[in-house]
């Protein structure tokens, strides 16, 4: 009889080691295939995706970002330069008008001058931002500002403009150096334009990102 109830208490004791640990949490099952897995957990091929998808994204923005506003840079400076150009005399003698003698296209060479500023600071800015991150100024900041003084900049060019074209019409077939450069001023100021909506696009669509998601 007592090597029967040795049995009986050992399955016992069994039973009961078996029940403290999966009250534990532990399933006896686990703990014995443990030692047949290998120590190193396999990693899985979607756990990095998150930020290789952020890391080839992030630099996409910012150089485009910063080709338009080289952009920008380019074509406000071409607009004011031509309208500040030393006019030339004509054959007859005659002094060619100044750009400062209309004040149309002093505000035209004004707006050149604030949106060539404009794009230099955020060209600086963007080249900042890449080598040393948020070192000007923060990016929800940068997005708010970015997109008003994008609304802001784009609609003062596009009036600049606007206002340029009647006084190419008053010098049709002059051919003064004053009437040509004001052609290539107003081209280059509606190429500015196209260019800062498409900058303002882009900080409208950062903005919303950073708002809604």
């Not at 120590?39 to 910063?66: D, K, M, Q, V």
């Not at 060619?96 to 296209?105: A, G, K, R």
């Not at 280059?188 to 900058?199: E, N, P």
Request: charged share 10%.
């Amino acid at each position: 009889m007592e090597p029967h109830k040795e049995a009986v208490k050992e399955e016992s004791e069994h039973v009961m080691a078996i029940a403290c640990t999966i009250m534990a949490g532990v399933s006896p099952v686990s703990v014995a295939n443990s030692h047949t897995q290998h120590p190193f957990p396999t990693p899985s091929p979607f756990s990095f995706s998150g930020a290789t998808t952020r890391r080839t994204y992030t630099p996409s923005i910012h150089h485009l970002n910063l080709f338009l506003r080289f952009l920008q840079l380019l074509f406000s400076f071409i607009s004011a330069l031509t309208l500040a150009t030393p006019p030339s005399n004509n054959n007859g003698g005659q002094r060619s008008p100044s750009f400062i003698e209309y004040p149309e296209l002093t505000y035209g060479f004004i707006v050149a001058i604030l949106a060539f500023l404009y794009a230099a600071f955020q060209l600086f800015k963007g080249i900042s931002d890449i080598a040393h991150r948020g070192i000007l100024i923060s990016d929800k900041t940068s997005d708010y500002l970015s997109f008003v003084f994008d609304q802001l900049t784009g609609y003062l060019v596009v009036s600049s403009a606007s206002v340029a074209m009647p006084i190419i019409r008053q010098q049709v077939g002059q051919s003064t150096p004053l009437w040509k450069g004001t052609i290539v001023s107003t081209s280059m100021s509606f190429a500015t334009f196209l260019v800062i909506a498409i900058s303002a696009l882009l900080s409208g669509y950062k903005l919303c990102k950073r708002i809604v998601w």
